[in-house]
C-alpha cells in the first residue's frame, strides 16, 4: 500500500475550477450618539414645566461629556434619555398651551351664555310682558 501524499491518482472530476469570491469587508466609521443638546436648551428656557427640559439638559451635558470622553455606549444612553425627556417636555410645551386657550375659549362662551340668561331673566322679572298682565 501507497501512502505516499500527495497522492498521484487522484485528479478532479471537473477540469475547470471556479474560484471563490472576493470578500468585500466595509468598515465605516463608528455612528457618533447625538446628545441633543439644542433642543435641551429650547425646552429649559421655554416654559421649563415639571422641570423636563432641566432634566433634559442635565442628561444632555451627561452624554456630551461621554461622548468627549470616548464611551460611545454611555453617550447613547444618556442621549436616549434626553431624546425622551426632550419630547415629553415638548409635549407638555405644545399641549399646555392648547388646553389653556381651550378653557378661556370654552370659558368666555359658558359666562356669555350665563349672562344672556341673567339678562333675559331680569327683563322678564322687571319688564312684564301685557300677556302676562292679564
Not at 475550477?17 to 457618533?32: A, G, H, L, M, N
Not at 461629556?65 to 425622551?84: F, M
Not at 340668561?117 to 322687571?126: I, K, N, V
Request: with cysteine; net charge neutral; proline share 7%.
Amino acid at each position: 500500500m501507497d501512502t505516499s501524499y500527495p497522492r498521484e491518482d487522484y485528479l478532479p472530476m471537473t477540469s475547470h475550477k471556479q474560484e471563490p469570491s472576493p470578500t468585500v469587508i466595509t468598515i465605516r466609521p463608528p455612528v457618533v450618539p447625538r446628545d441633543y443638546m439644542t433642543w435641551s436648551v429650547f425646552n429649559t428656557i421655554y416654559m421649563n414645566l415639571c422641570c423636563l427640559g432641566f432634566v433634559a439638559l442635565a442628561y444632555s451635558v451627561k452624554a456630551r461629556d461621554q461622548k468627549v470622553a470616548g464611551d460611545l455606549e454611555a453617550a447613547r444612553h444618556y442621549g436616549s434619555k434626553a431624546k425622551c425627556y426632550n419630547i415629553l417636555a415638548t409635549m407638555w410645551n405644545v399641549a399646555l398651551p392648547l388646553v389653556l386657550i381651550a378653557l378661556v375659549v370654552t370659558g368666555v362662551l359658558h359666562l356669555s351664555k350665563l349672562a344672556q340668561e341673567s339678562m333675559d331673566y331680569l327683563a322678564y322679572r322687571l319688564f312684564p310682558t301685557e300677556d302676562e298682565d292679564k
